[in-house]
């Protein structure tokens, strides 16, 4: 099994900057992808951004310029930087990793940008 933890959401007003974590434990010792997505009120979860081994890093055009994904593989753990925050971009934020076949996903972490 693998879990996922994700940390580093919270308010924040629009144009600051928020850092998530996502955190991969278990029977896990490398992957090659993991990706963000997010959830906002009434709308369907959304794939903001993924990084891979192979294919490199890949946003939606929405976040381009302003978010950055990143990775650690020796905490085996996944970064979103969001700069430039706008209240569009409140939602709750999930990270996903497909491994050996099977999806797992963190609990999740609410983002709200509001002045």
């Known amino acids: 099994q693998v879990q996922l933890v994700e940390s580093g959401g919270g308010l924040v007003q629009p144009g600051g900057s928020l850092r998530l974590s996502c955190a991969a434990s278990?029977?896990?010792?490398?992957?090659?992808?993991m990706d963000w997505y997010r959830q906002a009120p009434g709308k369907e979860r959304e794939l903001v951004a993924s990084i891979s081994s192979i294919t490199g890093t890949n946003y939606i055009d929405s976040v381009k310029g302003r978010f950055t994904i990143s990775r650690d593989n020796a905490k085996i753990t996944v970064y979103l930087q969001m700069n430039s925050l706008k209240p569009e971009d409140t939602a709750v934020y999930y990270c996903?990793?497909?491994?050996?076949?099977?999806?797992?996903w963190g609990q999740g972490t609410q983002v709200t940008v509001s002045s």
């Open positions: 278990g029977s896990i010792f490398s992957f090659n992808a």
């Open positions: 996903h990793l497909q491994y050996f076949g099977r999806h797992y």
